[in-house]
C-alpha cells in the first residue's frame, strides 16, 4: 500500500516509516522539520518538506504519489507548553488536522491513522485504563486529541472515512540497530533524561515526589517500545477496507514501571551510576497510569515483542551511544 507519513521524520513516525517497509509497504514522507530530523529518513522514502494543514500542497502529493492511507504523527506534544500556548496547539493539532482531513476527501483518500494519546483519559478513576473509559483531558493537548477523535467519528459516519486513533502510553527505546532514535530538544521524556544523567550531559535526575501510594513511592508509567507501536499502526490496516469503520485502541504494555524502577534499569543496562535529587511532585501528577491493551491484541493479532522494560532502555541506550549529540552527531 502506498502510505503517506504526516510527520514520519519524527520520532515515532521515522520508526514507523522503517516498519511500514519492513512490512512491503510504500512510505511516502512530509514532514515541515520543526521538531523531525531529515536523518532519520532514508534516501530512497520519497520526502516532502511541507506543512499538514497546506491543503493545496498536501493534495498535491496525494495525487502525485497515489497515496491510499494516510498516517499522522505530526502533532506538537508538550503538555505544559499546551497549557501556557494553547493557541499552538489548537492551531496545529485540531486546526491544520481538520486541513489534512480535507484534502483527503478532496482526492478521494479515505483511510486514516490517527496518533492519538491517554492524556485523552485525564486522571482515571480506576486501572487500568481501557478504551470504554470516559475521556475528560486535564490538559489542551489532550483536549486538541480528543477533539480530532470526535471529528474523525463524524468524518466516518458523514463520508464514509474509515480511521483508527491509537492512545499511546509513553513511546520508549529506538530501533534496534541504533541507526534511528529519540532526539527531542528540549527532551522531556524519561528514560533518554535518566540516560542523560548517567553518561553527565545533565548533571542528575529530579524524582518528583517519593510519597506517592505507589511501592516504592514513585510514579507509575507504561512504557512501550516504538517498534511495537509502530507495528500495531499497520495491523489495523485490513480493519480500514469497511468504508466508515471507526476504531480506538489503547497501546502499552500494562506493565508500569515507578521511575526509580528506570533510574535502577539505566544503571543496569549502562554500567554508570545515575545522580539523583528528590524534589516535590508536580502537580497534576497522577500516581499511576497503565493500558489494558487487550482489544489491540485481540482484534489486530498485535503482539509485544518488548514487554521487559530493561529491553526497552537497552535499545535507547544503544542509539543514545552511537549518537551522543542526537542525529547532529
Not at 39 to 58: I, M
Not at 252 to 279: C, K, N, W
Request: hydrophobic share 40%; with cysteine.
Amino acid at each position: 500500500m502506498k502510505v503517506l507519513v504526516v510527520g514520519g521524520a519524527g520520532y515515532i513516525g521515522s520508526h514507523c516509516v522503517r516498519q511500514l517497509q519492513a512490512a512491503g509497504h510504500q512510505p511516502v514522507v512530509l514532514d515541515n522539520l520543526v521538531f523531525g530530523h531529515r536523518q532519520a529518513v532514508a534516501e530512497d522514502v520519497p520526502f516532502y518538506d511541507c506543512d499538514l494543514g497546506d491543503s493545496s500542497a498536501v493534495g498535491q502529493i496525494l495525487e502525485k504519489e497515489s497515496i491510499e492511507l494516510v498516517m499522522h504523527f505530526a502533532a506538537f506534544a508538550y503538555v505544559g507548553e499546551s497549557v501556557t500556548d494553547p493557541r499552538k496547539y489548537y492551531n496545529n493539532n485540531f486546526v491544520a488536522t481538520l486541513r489534512l482531513l480535507e484534502a483527503m476527501l478532496d482526492h478521494g483518500v479515505h483511510k486514516f491513522v490517527f496518533s492519538s494519546t491517554c492524556a485523552t483519559y485525564g486522571e482515571p478513576a480506576t486501572l487500568p485504563l481501557t478504551e470504554t473509559m470516559s475521556q475528560a483531558p486535564i490538559n489542551p493537548y489532550g483536549q486538541t486529541k480528543l477533539d480530532v477523535e470526535n471529528c474523525l467519528k463524524t468524518f466516518a459516519q458523514a463520508y464514509g472515512m474509515s480511521f483508527a486513533a491509537f492512545r499511546y502510553f509513553n513511546a520508549s527505546g529506538a530501533a534496534e540497530d541504533g541507526t534511528i532514535g529519540e532526539d527531542h530538544k528540549p527532551e522531556t521524556h524519561l528514560i533518554p533524561l535518566v540516560i542523560d544523567a548517567a553518561t553527565g550531559r545533565r548533571e542528575n535526575i529530579k524524582i518528583f515526589g517519593t510519597d506517592y501510594p505507589t511501592p516504592d513511592g514513585t510514579c507509575l508509567r507504561d512504557y512501550v517500545h516504538v517498534d511495537d507501536l509502530s507495528r500495531a499502526h499497520i495491523a489495523v490496516f485490513e480493519k480500514l477496507e469497511e468504508p466508515g469503520a471507526a476504531y480506538f485502541y489503547n497501546l502499552g504494555t500494562g506493565r508500569p514501571s515507578s521511575v526509580r524502577e528506570i533510574i535502577h534499569a539505566v544503571e543496569a543496562v549502562t554500567g554508570l551510576s545515575v545522580p539523583v535529587i528528590e524534589a516535590d511532585r508536580r502537580p497534576g501528577d497522577p500516581p499511576a497510569l497503565y493500558a489494558d491493551s487487550s482489544k489491540a491484541c485481540s482484534e489486530l493479532g498485535w503482539e509485544i515483542q518488548y514487554m521487559d522494560v530493561q529491553d526497552i532502555i537497552a535499545t535507547a541506550w544503544n542509539w543514545h551511544k552511537k549518537h551522543p549529540e542526537g542525529y547532529l552527531s
